[in-house]
């Protein structure tokens, strides 16, 4: 019987370096092996340097997200993204703009493949409740994941900052899982990440295999503050979404719908 490697499976941390180490010490705590992030360093929160810098230093594998690119690109004109990419400086922007796209390994049989938003591309948004075809489109060989490895059993991703962790019925062993976001969550307001556990890179199926949803708490009125001493654009809807899980874009209707 072999022994058991725990992955933490980690995304959209979204510069929030607080929510990134209360995952980490809780990771650390579990003992995981391994720390795949799926994207999604910076933009919107106050420490995006500091959030890329750890993450070079602690993850085994850093993919590319939707604000990576966005992040990389600041002639989009929007204030915000122009105020996160002049905070990076040129070598911490090469490095972004340097990362792979999708990861695939395996673990007690199951072919697990990583990706930020979809396999179609990382502007592409998938939700649990999308209809069957969009959400088998997970699990395909496309330009993004290349054709070089067999199809996935397992796939995860970020990108909407909703967990959940999602067997089919139809097809069978197939299972589809959002990591949630650490530091921007929309569905609880608690840093969440995903750790997986099994045989590592072990072809027996009948081996034990976990996927756990984790939520934890963090100090998210000092993450504010500091964003505040920052004078970091878009604060007021920042902390909205850290305290109480309402994604920006809702924020306004809310408020004109009642
Ligand atoms: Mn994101």
């Known amino acids: 019987m072999s022994a ?19 995952a980490l010490d809780d990771i650390r705590k579990r003992g995981a092996a391994r720390i795949y992030n799926l994207g999604d360093l910076d933009g919107k929160g106050p420490d ?16 590319f997200g939707n604000w990576d690119d966005l992040i990389t690109r600041p002639e989009s004109g929007n204030p915000l993204v122009q105020w996160h990419h002049a905070r990076l400086g040129p070598e911490r922007l090469a490095w972004l703009r340097s990362l792979p796209l999708s990861a695939d390994f ?16 990382v502007w592409h948004r998938v939700f649990p409740n999308s209809d069957h075809e969009t959400l088998m489109g997970m699990f395909e060989n496309t330009e993004l994941t290349g054709f070089d490895q067999p199809p996935p059993d397992v796939v995860g991703y970020g990108d909407i900052h909703h967990a959940f962790i999602m067997p089919f019925f139809i097809p069978k062993n197939k299972t589809l899982f959002n990591a949630g976001s650490v530091g921007n969550a929309l569905d609880e307001p608690r840093a969440t990440y995903v750790m997986l556990e099994g045989v590592w890179d072990g072809e ?3 081996a034990p295999f976990g996927m756990e949803l984790v939520r934890l708490p963090y100090d998210v009125e000092s993450v504010i503050a500091r964003a505040r001493a920052l004078n970091m654009p878009r604060t007021e809807e920042l902390a909205i979404e850290l305290r109480q899980a309402i994604y920006r874009g809702m924020q306004k209707q809310r408020v004109s719908a009642g």
Do not use: K, M, Y
Request: with cysteine.
């Open 106 to 121: 395996r673990l007690s049989g199951r072919r697990i493949r990583l990706f930020h938003a979809s396999a179609q591309g």
């Open 204 to 206: 027996d199926w009948d």
């Open 4 to 22: 058991l490697t725990r992955v933490a499976v980690i995304s959209d941390i979204h510069g929030n370096l607080t929510a990134l180490e209360a």
């Open 48 to 63: 995006g340097p500091q959030v890329i810098d750890r993450c070079r230093e602690v993850c085994d594998v850093n993919l």
